[in-house]
């Protein structure tokens, strides 16, 4: 039977494989023979060196068999629980580590929230474990491998592509993500031990107390990415949990600590990732801070001990807050959708035109398709400037407006990909929504199976229908040169949703039949406009254009 494909579901797995062996480390590693720190640091040389793998590797691969990739530590889990002898073990730990890195990179991309609740879920579940089988640490171990690899069966393929690009395309949330990242790392273990040390709680009831932490953050993350909404904010909100852990007076004060901690941070990359699929890239620096976080740590414990240490711990994160002020888009909606000043190229001169929240334009004549592909980011303009809600938008290229769901370009057919539809579908917005989606395209549902890099003309244009439907953008630009008059109600379904739709060249049938506004370009300027334009009015206008 073939796994369900849950994207949150997939995310949770190396939180569990992971986040067990380093909590049953010490028992771990009194087994083995080794110091318990020895087996934790095992599996962290192992994600470090498959992060430097990837990073020299260039690209992200892309398996049509990743689902069963994703299974492969795990399973190097529940050998490594079987076969407790020194080379054997510290060999499957480090290639179990090494595995993540490559995995987490290439199935991140669930849809807004999926992916940080899923982590905390898995986090969760390994303090579970840890706590069950304190006692039993290889026993538990076994399990917590194959609960990794039942999840890692349900992972999802995100994009391929070179990690440069990714980098580039990703660079504005690369500090917010690496904050977040960090929060987890700084407060998650550390608080671990001060309960062990700093109050004496032993075995089982330090595991349940963490618990309780993780999982009242996990149910906060959401929530609080609704009422704070703000990135920053948020990220200032991660930084409290290692300073309320180090003032706490007590181990329920502590625990509420690690929860702020991690509600705040991944509250942070809920709203990272609202609106578009999150990026490898960023998948890769969220994990780099986590280590960051457990490594800046232990340096500050050598230096100042461990209470001060979760207090100096708060700096970098509060730090990468104030720098994501400077890189992420500034938060609020203070202008139209769509808004062009004088924007010129070589077809067009000091165009201007405002499309507001709902509105349908239509455009005709000599140099429709190129404005399209000047909003679309898919050419340079040679001057003027292009708004969204105020922003300044000129300088983004294609790649960077639809991650930060700015716009979509309809039809879209990524050549590169080859997810089947429903795949990338449920990628964009899970699958509840996409199966929605299919239902108001029937044409679409029965191409579901198909690869979306081989899909055909009228399956692209239904795709990028539904794509923006899922990824709610600004203003949505549609090619309608070969646009099907019946699908007027997609147009103005679309326009409900609160986004600008621009059509370039639809046929005259569909513009009549369509609450729109039309604007006729000669010799690159706009030259006439008219309002709910009749099919009459459109042809008279259009007659003998040039």
């Not at 595995?99 to 990179?105: G, K, N, S």
């Not at 993780?214 to 991660?238: M, Y």
């Not at 708060?314 to 959708?337: D, F």
């Not at 406009?529 to 009749?534: D, G, K, Q, S, Y």
């Amino acid at each position: 039977m073939k796994a369900a494909r849950v994207p949150g579901a997939a995310a949770a797995a190396p939180g569990l494989g992971l986040g067990s062996l380093i909590l049953l480390q010490d028992g771990l590693g009194g087994i083995v023979g080794i110091p318990g720190v020895v087996v934790g640091y095992m599996a962290l040389s192992g994600v470090l060196l498959g992060t430097a793998a990837l990073a020299s590797a260039g690209r992200l691969a892309r398996s049509r068999r990743l689902a069963l990739v994703a299974a492969v530590p795990g399973l190097l889990l529940v050998l490594a629980a079987a076969v407790p002898a020194i080379p054997v073990f510290a060999t499957l730990v480090l290639l179990a580590g090494a595995a993540l890195p490559p995995i987490l990179a290439a199935t991140h991309g669930a849809g807004a929230g999926r992916v940080p609740v899923g982590v905390l879920g898995g986090l969760a579940g390994a303090v579970l474990v840890a706590a069950v089988w304190q006692d039993m640490p290889r026993l538990g171990l076994a399990v917590a491998g194959i609960g990794s690899a039942v999840l890692g069966l349900t992972a999802i393929a995100g994009e391929g592509g070179r990690i440069r690009d990714r980098l580039r395309h990703s660079r504005a949330a690369l500090a917010a993500h690496a904050g977040a990242g960090y929060a987890v790392g700084a407060v998650l273990l550390p608080g671990a031990h001060l309960l062990l040390f700093r109050w004496e709680v032993f075995g089982a009831d330090r595991m349940y107390l963490l618990l309780a932490a993780v999982a009242a953050g996990a149910l906060l993350v959401v929530p609080l990415a609704r009422l704070v909404g703000d990135v920053p904010a948020l990220l200032v909100v991660a930084a409290c949990g290692p300073v309320l852990c180090a003032t706490a007076p007590a181990p329920a004060a502590l625990a509420a600590g690690v929860a702020a901690g991690i509600a705040g941070a991944g509250a942070a990359v809920v709203r990272l990732d609202h609106g578009h699929p999150p990026d490898a890239a960023c998948a890769l620096v969220l994990l780099g801070g986590g280590l960051a976080g457990i490594g800046g740590d232990a340096l500050a414990a050598a230096l100042t001990g461990a209470g001060s240490a979760l207090t100096v711990n708060a700096i970098p994160v509060a730090l990468l807050a104030l720098l994501s002020i400077r890189t992420l888009p500034a938060p609020g909606r203070t202008g139209p959708p769509l808004a062009l000043h004088r924007l010129s190229s070589r077809e067009l001169y000091k165009i201007g035109l405002v499309a507001r929240p709902g509105e349908i334009v239509a455009l005709y004549g000599p140099g429709a398709v190129d404005l399209l592909d000047l909003l679309a980011g898919e050419r340079p303009a040679e001057g003027g400037r292009i708004l969204s809600d105020g922003c300044d938008i000129t300088r983004l290229d294609a790649a960077r407006r639809a991650e930060l769901g700015i716009c979509r370009r309809i039809p879209h057919r990524p050549a590169a990909d080859h997810r089947t539809v429903a795949e990338r579908l449920s990628v964009l917005g899970g699958v509840a929504r996409s199966h929605r989606v299919l239902d108001a395209f029937p044409s679409l549902r029965a191409r579901r199976s198909q690869p979306v890099a081989r899909i055909d003309d009228e399956g692209a244009l239904l795709l990028g229908f539904a794509e923006a439907l899922l990824a709610e953008p600004r203003f949505v630009l549609v090619d309608a040169r070969e646009l099907d008059p019946a699908l007027a109600v997609a147009v103005t379904g679309l326009a409900r949703t609160g986004a600008a739709v621009v059509l370039a060249e639809p046929a005259l049938e569909l513009a009549a039949a369509l609450p729109c506004r039309a604007h006729v370009l000669k010799r690159g300027r706009i030259a006439k406009e008219l309002v709910r334009p009749t099919e009459r009015q459109l042809a008279e206008c259009l007659e003998g254009r040039p």
